[in-house]
T-cell receptor, first 115, second 114 residues
Framework: AQSVTQPDIHITVSEGASLELRCNYS??????LFWYVQSPGQGLQLLLK??????LVQGIKGFEAEFKRSQSSFNLRKPSVHWSDAAEYFC?????????????FGSGTRLSIRP | DGGITQSPKYLFRKEGQNVTLSCEQN?????MYWYRQDPGQGLRLIYY???????QKGDIAEGYSVSREKKESFPLTVTSAQKNPTAFYLC?????????????FGSGTRLTVV
């Protein structure tokens, strides 16, 4: 069965430091992969998505993610974080060519920014 | 601008009452979804609908009901049978039932039992 694991529940980084949020997935076919961000009390906003092709995907707000099939990973990165990046981040895997008809979300990683 | 509107933003329910959360989209999306979010538990799927007049149970459907009479609307009713309804509820939509292009989310409704 498909699944998504975000091993880090909470991460704190200093403003201006680099960031990497981990995501591992389990999926039988070619996955569609997504990263979403959620500010407190708000809905989720799509940061970026991977369907096929170039394994390094650029998203909004200066984020990028790299798909590594050999490691079943899709880690999110940002070279220099800003205080406004403090939020909850969700990795998700899509149904691709399956008939599952729904996206599976990870449990989320809460990002705090140290001034 | 196209999007998803959830209302109300905050909702208070007394014990034993049914309440209905509204979700409307003007994106012309075929599929719509309801999620429940509790602290530290991520998103859990309650119900989803791929087309009008059709819907399926998700992982935690007990105590909830939905309808999909119009493409734009997917209201969720939290019934008195839901033992612990206090949570943040998110509605989402996708272009089609496969969801390959990702979901668009509303801004959520926070339901509190008083």
């Amino acid at each position: 069965a498909q699944s998504v694991t975000q091993p880090d529940i909470h991460i704190t980084v200093s403003e201006g430091a680099s960031l990497e949020l981990r995501c591992n997935y389990s999926y039988g076919a070619t996955p569609y992969l997504f990263w979403y961000v959620q500010s407190p009390g708000q809905g989720l906003q799509l940061l970026l998505k991977y369907f096929s092709g170039d394994t390094l995907v650029q998203g909004i707000k200066g984020f990028e993610a790299e798909f590594k099939r050999s490691q079943s990973s899709f880690n999110l990165r940002k070279p220099s974080v800003h205080w406004s990046d403090a939020a909850e981040y969700f990795c998700a895997v899509g149904p691709g060519y399956s008939s599952a008809s729904k996206i599976i979300f990870g449990s989320g990683t809460r990002l705090s920014i140290r001034p | 601008d196209g999007g998803i509107t959830q209302s109300p933003k905050y909702l208070f329910r007394k014990e034993g009452q049914n309440v209905t959360l509204s979700c409307e989209q003007n994106l012309n999306h075929d599929a719509m979804y309801w999620y429940r979010q509790d602290p530290g538990q991520g998103l859990r799927l309650i119900y989803y609908s791929q087309i009008v007049n059709d819907f399926q149970k998700g992982d935690i459907a007990e105590g909830y009901s939905v309808s999909r009479e119009k493409k734009e609307s997917f209201p969720l009713t939290v019934t008195s049978a839901q033992k612990n309804p206090t949570a943040f509820y998110l509605c989402a939509s996708s272009i089609d039932g496969a969801g390959d292009y990702g979901y668009t989310f509303g801004s959520g409704t926070r339901l509190t039992v008083v």
